[in-house]
T-cell receptor, first 110, second 115 residues
Framework: AQRVTQPEKLLSVFKGAPVELKCNYS??????LFWYVQYSRQRLQLLLR??SRESIKGFTADLNKGETSFHLKKPFAQEEDSAMYYC????????????FGPGTRLSVLP | DAGITQSPRHKVTETGTPVTLRCHQT?????MYWYRQDPGHGLRLIHY???????DKGEVSDGYSVSRSKTEDFLLTLESATSSQTSVYFC??????????????FGQGTRLTVV
């Protein structure tokens, strides 16, 4: 069965420091990976997806199939980056086709 | 924003009473999900649906039931609400894999308080 893990519940960094939010997955097929962000009291929204290889708000993520990872990175954290971040996987399964990790709360300190 | 709405947005109910939350979509997406979000736990899947009348349990399904009689509506019912079900509930929708721009869209959430 597909599964997404995010080992850190909380990550605190200082403004201007690099950020890396970890995500690992298990899936036997060819996955599509996503990062979602939730700002305070708002709905979750898509941040980026691996197939578009884009950079959004300075964040990037590279799919590493060998390590089954999709870590989210940003070279210089900003206070407005403070939010909950969820890694997600989309599969070919007939049933549940979207699986979310438990989330990491990023806190960027001034 | 994707056409997904949750109702009600806020509800306070008493322990032991039944509660139904509604998720309505206008995107004609196949998949619909109910999650609860609690501090320290992130998102946890309650139930999901992969078509009309096709539903299955998630990791925290005890005390909850769902129904999907139409593509556009996915109802979550708490048969007898308990204080442990105080939470923020999110509905999500997604199209079939392989459709253009596969993505999960979320509703704005329902804040439920059981007193």
């Amino acid at each position: 069965a597909q599964r997404v893990t995010q080992p850190e519940k909380l990550l605190s960094v200082f403004k201007g420091a690099p950020v890396e939010l970890k995500c690992n997955y298990s899936y036997s097929g060819s996955p599509e990976l996503f990062w979602y962000v939730q700002y305070s009291r708002q709905r979750l929204q898509l941040l980026l997806r691996h197939i578009s290889r884009e950079s959004i708000k300075g964040f990037t993520a590279d799919l590493n199939k060998g390590e089954t990872s999709f870590h989210l990175k940003k070279p210089f954290a900003q206070e407005e980056d403070s939010a909950m971040y969820y890694c997600a996987l989309s599969s070919d399964n007939y049933g549940q086709n979207f699986v979310f990790g438990p989330g990491t709360r990023l806190s960027v300190l001034p | 924003d994707a056409g997904i709405t949750q109702s009600p947005r806020h509800k306070v109910t008493e322990t032991g009473t039944p509660v139904t939350l509604r998720c309505h979509q206008t995107e004609n997406h196949r998949y619909m999900y109910w999650y609860r979000q609690d501090p320290g736990h992130g998102l946890r899947l309650i139930h999901y649906s992969y078509g009309v009348k096709d539903t299955d349990k998630g990791e925290v399904s005890d005390g909850y039931s769902v129904s999907r009689s139409k593509t556009e509506d996915f109802l979550l019912t708490l048969e007898s609400a308990t204080s442990s079900q105080t939470s923020v509930y999110f509905c999500a929708i997604s199209p079939s894999r392989g459709q253009r721009n596969t993505e999960a869209f979320f509703g704005q959430g329902t804040r439920l308080t059981v007193v």
